[in-house]
């Protein structure tokens, strides 16, 4: 087979591989209460963390001074 074909077939392969995947993670999303609570308490977690990161990457000696670590 030509390298040419190869590489078609690699990148329908892998766009296959994908599609089945996110397929796979609606229907969980979708079915599963549990997925859909740990995908909030994820996207509050990860908006936290970046708000966090944003002001300690701040200048000021003492900026994570007002943030609570628990």
């Known amino acids: 087979m ?3 074909y190869q590489i078609f ?3 329908a392969f892998s766009l296959v591989v ?3 995947a996110a397929c796979s ?3 969980a999303y979708e ?3 549990t997925v859909r ?3 909030q308490a994820g996207k509050t977690a990860l908006q936290w963390s970046g708000e966090y ?3 300690c990457a701040s200048p ?3 900026a994570c001074a007002n943030f609570p670590v628990d």
Do not use: G
Request: aromatic residues 8%.
């Open 2 to 4: 030509p390298h040419r």
């Open 9 to 11: 077939e690699k990148i």
């Open 18 to 20: 994908l599609s089945a």
């Open 25 to 27: 993670a609606f229907i």
């Open 31 to 33: 079915t599963n209460p």
């Open 37 to 39: 609570q740990t995908v």
């Open 53 to 55: 990161s944003f002001v």
């Open 60 to 62: 000021v000696t003492d």
